[in-house]
């Protein structure tokens, strides 16, 4: 029997329940149930602080800051997003967005074999990847071959001949939260002869990844979700140390030169993937990451993984107690070893559903098209009993609504 | 006869001068003179508490943030951004950096006239350009062709022929601070079948631009010069009002997607520019952007330019007058129709007396290979008893020392 009282034990052996502590926040009263670290994780309370100096630094010290810190903390960000990713600190580069890093990794991949312009991807992948991808491989004189949605290895294994040169997937699947088999999908891709890419913007800080140990060729990912860096925090790129040296960025910017500060006329890359540098990187937005960063680090990401699992297994064990009575459906694989660190179910007129939880229960979480409802469960600031307070204001608003009945706007949900 | 009773003069005159108490300055004893604002223009003061008030929306709001607010003010930021260099609202979007904007914009104007794959540059553009612009060429199987530096209107019509694709240029010389024709280069560029790019780091806020009017058909720029958008300031591209319809942008990202919360497999570009938008755009380094784009367009950019000769004349002056007997020139043209908001020195062991400048006598500039020594004289936060002042330090300084024969490690100079 699981209620409140369970919950609320389980938070009193929660080794990280301390780190809610370390969040900023909203101070409403009461306070909304936050299911929603997978779009936008919530604010490390040093964060400002992290701002602050370097809005100081700027103030203060003007183009001084560039050598003083601002170049350091570049390398900095890098560093720590290595650390989360299971990289070699000098495989890493921060900046520029997550659709913008695919591109340039995708494009040199292809570059690398141009007898292998095909793209294996699946039908789940983010939009921007598909949309990405698909050009890539446009401009390859490729093709972008399509599985089914969250694939095993052998889906994988099936797709991939001699014409592809990359196999590039989600780690999570942004939509159902099934957990691809990374290291068995990156083993076959490699055998085969192709690269492989993998997208971590709904993995990394709350799935273990390994990058280095499983051998994974390039990877990046977005930082504003389970890394809790801010809205629009920049991205991050990782090529497989050995590999970067012979792949040629399709932007080649200054900030990727050997020597940046020489401002040749004639690019030659920095070593390995600081060549997948480009333009100026964002000193303000860094600066917000750092902390989000430093939390994950701190708590160490076997320890996240593993109260994510507890957080997803009750929410979908609430689920099934609660909401299948109501039509709503656990879509997440119950195999916690195939889901990440969200919850998704399907439920009927899910945006209208996601919009009204917001307004008049104070739950936030997201929809997808076409029918789901999306729980993200970040573990550094949830609580036990947040996620069972926040299924049982879902339960109580669709038995007491007729949602399936009503219209609102619900607006645009990034 | 200049002396500085005469630069105060012009000071009392300036009705620009109330602008220098919006900015944070250093608060050193004696204030350092910022020649630099070039290179990254200083901070106003209303940055920090907009930066504030998103860090605050990010905590309170969490993901409700996207619609309530930040949506806007990636929008407000690009009609700002419009305003300052002559052009339609909706003719330009924020977000990048520099050389990635570039990169879109070089790649969709050759993709679009695949019968023209050569590209026209100038020896004396950015480092960033040339790699860029470069990259590009050779992706469309065409060549880079290279006219000397800043040319004329003459030297550009003399080398587009049925080939060029893309006449690609900045308005102001980094190094020189020479001021390029842009409505004439454009005409010459367009009546010869070929696209004009711009980049107007180091031209837009201090220099009219007038995109729409001179018919330009992209254009690029930072906002971290002269816009005193903080280190790191998200960049911009204009794509003129029926020009951008018909291009393909090589970076087809979910956030230019004509409907991007309908989270669809298949891309299909927003009308116009916005399809030029790619990733999720940095929040806080927008915030902090405002404020700083809000200042020009508050002075008038016509103002501005009108103070900045001023500036720069000034400066010109006292360096015939001061340094030249100390074997200092100045290279950026005398004209003030041909020049830029710099003056450029050509200074024996520049790279040293700019870091004995910074480091000794609290005059910040910069230098640029192989012997220039940049002075940015931006007109907001600059008084002519400033210009005055700097020019003394750096005469007595240059009198004082034997600096051709010392060294020191200059660093690294973003």
């Not at 070893?337 to 559903?353: E, F, I, M, S, T």
Request: charge should be negative; proline fraction near 8%.
């Amino acid at each position: 029997m699981i209620d409140r009282a369970w919950a609320a034990r389980l938070d009193d052996e929660d080794p990280l329940a301390p780190f809610v502590e370390r969040f900023c926040l909203p101070a409403d009263e009461p306070p909304p149930i936050y299911f929603d670290g997978n779009s936008l994780g919530p604010q490390p309370l040093a964060a400002a602080a992290a701002v602050r100096a370097e809005l100081d630094r700027w103030g203060s010290r003007l183009i001084r800051g560039w050598n003083e810190r601002w170049l350091a903390l570049v390398d900095a960000a890098a560093d720590r997003v290595a650390q989360v990713v299971g990289a070699d600190a000098n495989a890493v580069v921060v900046g520029d967005s997550t659709t913008v890093c695919l591109h340039k990794a995708a494009s040199a991949a292809l570059q690398s074999c141009p007898q292998r312009p095909d793209v294996v991807t699946d039908r789940g992948n983010f939009p921007t990847d598909l949309y990405v991808l698909q050009a890539v491989a446009d401009g390859a004189g490729g093709r972008l071959r399509m599985v089914a949605a969250a694939p095993g290895v052998d889906e994988v294994a099936a797709a991939v001949d001699d014409r592809v040169g990359l196999v590039a997937l989600s780690h999570v699947d942004f939509r159902t939260g099934a957990l691809l088999d990374l290291r068995a999908i990156t083993d076959v891709t490699r055998r085969a002869g192709a690269l492989s890419l993998w997208d971590l913007s709904h993995s990394a800080g709350v799935v273990p990844v390994g990058l280095d140990d499983a051998g994974v060729d390039l990877a990046v990912g977005c930082t504003y979700k389970y890394l809790n860096g801010g809205p629009g925090a920049p991205a991050y790129l990782y090529g497989r140390p050995g590999l970067a040296d012979g792949l040629r960025t399709p932007i080649p910017g200054w900030f990727g030169h050997v020597d940046p500060f020489a401002m040749e006329s004639t690019y030659r890359p920095a070593p390995g993937i600081d060549r997948f540098r480009a333009g100026t990187p964002p000193i303000l937005s860094i600066a917000a990451l750092l902390p989000g960063l430093a939390l994950v680090a701190e708590a160490g990401v076997a320890a996240i993984r593993a109260k994510s699992v507890a957080l997803t297994g009750l929410a979908i064990s609430l689920a099934d107690a609660w909401l299948a009575p109501l039509d709503v459906a656990v879509v997440t694989p119950r195999d916690p070893d195939r889901r990440g660190g969200h919850v998704a179910l399907r439920c009927p007129n899910a945006r209208v559903v996601s919009a009204l939880l917001v307004e008049e229960h104070g739950v936030i979480g997201d929809a997808r098209e076409p029918d789901i409802l999306r729980l993200g469960l970040s573990p550094l600031h949830l609580r036990f009993v947040d996620v069972h307070d926040g299924m049982r204001r879902i339960a109580d608003a669709l038995a007491r609504d007729d949602v399936s009945a009503r219209t609102i706007d619900p607006g645009p949900a990034p």
